[in-house]
């Protein structure tokens, strides 16, 4: 039974002492509060302290912890998650996992040596770092195609955050030269942040072996209910986040699209519609496949490398995961009804057209970019984008990860 004191002392942490109803008060309370309490909170040098903005046990987080798993250290591993009711079940023993938000968070968060994020989570949920923190971001994106940064948010608090956490970064994990410019042209452009040009752990995955990759489309397509017996291909359609709630980018005709993918590859098909995690909840995207055969929701899918190894095409419009499933050389596709509409807004690092993917503004585009595709001048595409923007990845990105982690707590037990 928690004592009066203790309860006010975790209300004030959580930032809720005043329930919401002075909202900006509980914010500077809760802020406060956790730089005193932080004060009488020893660090643990053998902590980590994993988070991404999905909240699940995916992107670069998953994979690092699969590494140092793997590799059987000493390490106490704490995972914070939105709900740990909805995502226990994917995680593997030795991870420990918090809720966000909570008072048990912050206290796992003030005592982690390390921090491993891929966003600005932990500045957003205004925990202070302390000297002897060591925060690695590993971002989330890959080598474009939209803008981040001063340039690209209209948002004033998001660009606040953004400054003063790049500020607390110690080391940036890129995969690229391209990618290592991105950051030192936006935020991370002060002495203090490190790049680590090791690769991005969660592509490690997509140079896994044959063998390995069936297993993973058979999990994929048990998870999804997709009948494994019919042995047919799989399509990703993935677009991004809209910061306006509009359905018509998203309006692709899957019975042309699945008769022009029978027609150019052969074989059955089945089409994976994963729409962004902003709208889990909206009925504007689902408005566009819920009458369509040949069409599996796939946006509830935690792991989106997984989908990456069991698909055979992929298919978005900005979205940056479409620069790592081209390591992977499978076909390509740009589907962009808005592309000058989001070009003079957010914006691209680059033209669409000095990439390697066919580009299609409507659906009849769409359909005959399928039928026409020219795999061998894909290819060669391919490596010339990947060369162009100094590509490092090789499938060690994880381990190279951990090397860097072992160092920081080999120096700190020295």
Known sequence: MLSLKEKIIRALVEGNFCKKVLGKIDKELGSFTRMLVSKNIKIQHNKILFINYQGDYACNQKYICEEILKQNLPWDIVFAVKDINKVKYNFPKGIRLVKR?????????????VWIDNAHNLLHENVPKRKEQYLFNTWHGSMGLKRIGRCSEKDVEWVKRARK?????????????????????????????????????????LFIDDDKKLKIKSKVCKKLNVNVNVNAKLALYAPTFRELYKSDCFSVNYGCLYDALRKRFGGEWIILARHHFHLKSSSLAYDTIKN???VVRATDYDDMQELMVAADIGITDYSSWICDFVLTKKPG?????????????????????????PIAESNDALIENIL???????????????YDRGCCEDGQAS???VEKIKEIMENTAS
């Open 101 to 113: 938000h909570s008072y048990e968070f912050y206290k796992e968060a003030l005592s982690a040596h």
């Open 165 to 205: 956490y790049h500020d607390n970064t110690n080391y940036c994990v890129s995969n690229s030269e391209f990618e290592t410019n991105v950051y030192r042209e936006t935020y991370w452009n002060n002495k203090m942040t490190e790049i680590l040009l090791y690769g991005h752990p969660r592509n490690d995955i």
């Open 292 to 294: 369509s055969e040949h």
């Open 333 to 357: 596709f740009i589907f962009a009804t808005d592309l000058k509409e989001y070009n003079n807004g957010r914006g691209l690092y680059y033209p669409l057209e000095t990439a390697p993917w």
């Open 372 to 386: 026409s595709f020219d795999n061998e001048k894909y290819q060669k595409d391919a490596e010339q984008f990947l």
């Open 399 to 401: 381990r190279r990860v």
